[in-house]
């Protein structure tokens, strides 16, 4: 079978790609009479298949036309593997040991192959909803989010480089914009793709439509995302795009992946811990009431940022000749040095704070929901979760610039009831 046009895989042509593709029939030392390919894809966008030999398992990514979970009527370009491709190639060389390996990419069909992240490997919103708990796990992101966002920022390239590298990454436009209008659009205005619990939260959905000072905030947060190139961002970094087991923590699905704003990523990471947070009410029962849970998220989130503010700050000190943000002719004395990254930090922190918020909000009244709120089946306990995590994500989204470190944040979520 030839595979000189695009065309949607399934499990047999999959297997006749697999046979006339060396990269990927070698992995498998041409042991093809016995494999196993079952097609696992749970997300909204792609196709996801677990290809398991004797000697070699893998993962095969195929990007679809449309977003899958609407259907066709949503077409989506097939171009974001090739995006995904080079940012996990890229984030793969800066956090080895954080980003599966890529064997194959085919621009032609759309397609990726890569490393199978075997069992016990779960993804981590699964695992939230379990109320497992990672110990490494905000070690491992704070690492993955300050070497991937310091070394594709001006703090480490040159402009040059920097110019070059967002130049190819601009072509990732139609992602852009799909995030522009689910993210900072849809939830604050009618939309044909908007849902949420109702009818318990129609007058919190109402109400969102109409604040005006959140859309002040929001409208300011969207320019921020579409103006400013300041690292190779993930553009998608949720919960469900972390797979993790006790001791490993790895990051998929970049497809959204541009240079954009450095708190974007990790806005949405603490963002969609926040909200696991208030969904553990949801999940509690007689044998667990979770707070244990609860506590040790929060330490997450606090622990995560202070690690990653930590590892960024030293990767900044070890190559302060480097980059060409703050020039050391310039920049040439250390309390001038210490004054700088002091602003850049707290000006990150708030945008961290703005583009979680933002990301909560959708995941609560847009078109892609969370499934540490759709799993609670008791719809009026399920929208007492989501109230509260709107409130918060309001209250964050409105008054970001009065936190000062994320201990203070910390305490505002335990305060909303």
């Known amino acids: 079978m030839a595979f000189s ?13 697999i046979k006339a593709t060396p990269s990927l029939s070698s992995k498998l030392k041409d042991h093809l009479d016995n494999l196993t390919i079952k097609e696992v894809g749970d997300g909204n966008l792609n196709f996801v298949f677990i290809v ?14 449309y977003i899958r979970c609407i259907g066709e009527s949503w077409p989506k370009t097939k171009e974001r593997a090739y995006f995904e491709t080079l940012a996990l190639r890229e984030h793969g060389r800066l956090s080895p040991d954080h980003v599966p390996e890529v064997y194959h990419f085919d621009r032609t069909m759309s397609l990726i192959g890569m490393r199978y992240l075997e069992p016990p490997h779960i993804v981590l919103r699964k695992g939230l909803i379990a109320g497992i708990e990672y110990p490494l796990l905000a070690d491992h ?45 849809d939830p604050y205005k009618v939309s044909e793709y908007n849902r949420w619990t109702s009818p318990y939260l129609d007058s919190d959905a109402e109400a969102l439509r109409e604040d005006n000072a959140l859309k002040l905030e929001v409208a300011e947060l969207k320019s921020l995302f579409c103006e400013r190139a300041q690292a190779l961002i993930h553009g998608d970094l949720h919960t469900g795009s972390v797979m993790v ?22 806005g949405a990471f603490l963002g969609n811990l926040i909200l696991a947070f208030f969904a553990q009410d949801g999940h509690a029962d007689e044998q667990n009431d979770r707070k244990a849970y609860k506590a040790w998220i929060l330490r997450i989130i606090q622990n995560t940022w202070n690690l990653f503010h930590k590892k960024f700050i030293a990767l900044w000190d070890a190559n302060k000749d480097t980059g060409d943000a703050y020039l050391p002719a310039i920049y040439n004395n250390s309390e001038l040095q210490q004054l700088v990254q002091d602003k850049f930090i707290k000006d990150l922190l708030h945008d961290t704070l703005g583009f979680g918020a933002a990301k909560m909000i959708r995941r609560i009244v ?7 709120f759709e799993s609670i089946t008791d719809a009026s306990k399920r929208a007492g979760c989501e109230r509260r995590a709107l409130e918060f994500a309001k209250l964050i989204l409105k008054e970001r610039r009065k936190f000062q470190n994320i201990g203070e944040v910390v305490s505002a979520v335990q305060q909303i009831q």
């Open 245 to 266: 087991t006790p001791d490993s923590t790895q990051v998929i699905d970049p497809e959204f992946a541009f240079y954009g704003p450095i708190g974007f990523d990790i």
């Open 52 to 65: 398991v030999g004797s000697h070699c398992s893998f993962v095969i990514k195929q990007a679809l036309p």
């Open 366 to 372: 847009g078109v892609a929901h969370v499934e540490d």
């Open 141 to 185: 992101m704070s690492d993955y989010m300050a070497r991937t966002l310091f070394h594709t920022s001006l703090l480490y390239h040159n402009t040059t480089d920097h110019r070059k590298a967002v130049a190819e990454f601009c072509g990732n436009v139609e992602l852009c914009r799909h995030t522009e209008q689910v993210v900072f659009s």
């Open 5 to 17: 046009e695009y065309q949607p895989l399934n499990d047999k042509s999959l297997l006749d790609y």
